[in-house]
T-cell receptor, first 111, second 112 residues
Framework: GNSVTQMEGPVTLSEEAFLTINCTYTATGYPSLFWYVQYPGEGLQLLLKATKADDKGSNKGFEATYRKETTSFHLEKGSVQVSDSAVYFCALSKNTDKLIFGTGTRLQVFP | EAQVTQNPRYLITVTGKKLTVTCSQNMNHEYMSWYRQDPGLGLRQIYYSMNVEVTDKGDVPEGYKVSRKEKRNFPLILESPSPNQTSLYFC???????????FGQGTRLTVV
């Protein structure tokens, strides 16, 4: 079946460091891919998405490229801020199926 | 403002005492769902609804009930809560099940 695998957290970085959170997926065909972010005490909100191979989603300085050949959708940011501290979820959907989430990766950014 | 509203935000209850967590959305979305979030397990879908009067089980439906009598509301019912239902619960809505989901702020439930 369809699934999403994310790197274990927490990821701990100093402010202005480069961020990568790995996400790989298993699915037939061409799913849509998403990154959601959950700030402390809040619900999840969509950060970015990509709907076809080689698409790059971007928002708030974050980017992720849909790589069909490696079945990956890694999240990157060039310079993190303390305010980026949150839990990040990778997710996929395909055709009429529901969203399938990874287990989440906690990011902690220290000044 | 487009939003999904859950109530209550926090709830402590005793084993066996029936409770309802309400969820309402103002985006005219067809699809609504309930998730629970547990450490190390991510988000697991409890129940979903593709439209009014249409509901179906998700991945972890045991011990829960839902109803969808109106498009905007999708309450989660625990008829006889047990300690293993202590968790953080989220309601979400979307145009379709596979499109961008909008989440409520969550309900932290503790069953003692």
């Amino acid at each position: 079946g369809n699934s999403v695998t994310q790197m274990e957290g927490p990821v701990t970085l100093s402010e202005e460091a480069f961020l990568t959170i790995n996400c790989t997926y298993t699915a037939t065909g061409y799913p849509s891919l998403f990154w959601y972010v959950q700030y402390p005490g809040e619900g999840l909100q969509l950060l970015l998405k990509a709907t076809k191979a080689d698409d790059k989603g971007s928002n708030k300085g974050f980017e992720a490229t849909y790589r069909k050949e490696t079945t990956s959708f890694h999240l990157e940011k060039g310079s993190v801020q303390v305010s980026d501290s949150a839990v990040y979820f990778c997710a996929l959907s395909k055709n009429t199926d529901k969203l399938i989430f990874g287990t989440g990766t906690r990011l902690q950014v220290f000044p | 403002e487009a939003q999904v509203t859950q109530n209550p935000r926090y709830l402590i209850t005793v084993t066996g005492k029936k409770l309802t967590v309400t969820c309402s959305q103002n985006m005219n979305h067809e699809y609504m769902s309930w998730y629970r979030q547990d450490p190390g397990l991510g988000l697991r879908q409890i129940y979903y609804s593709m439209n009014v009067e249409v509901t179906d089980k998700g991945d972890v439906p045991e011990g829960y009930k839902v109803s969808r009598k109106e498009k905007r509301n999708f309450p989660l019912i625990l008829e006889s809560p047990s300690p293993n239902q202590t968790s953080l619960y989220f309601c979400a809505s979307s145009l379709q099940g596979y499109t961008e989901a909008f989440f409520g702020q969550g309900t932290r439930l503790t069953v003692v």
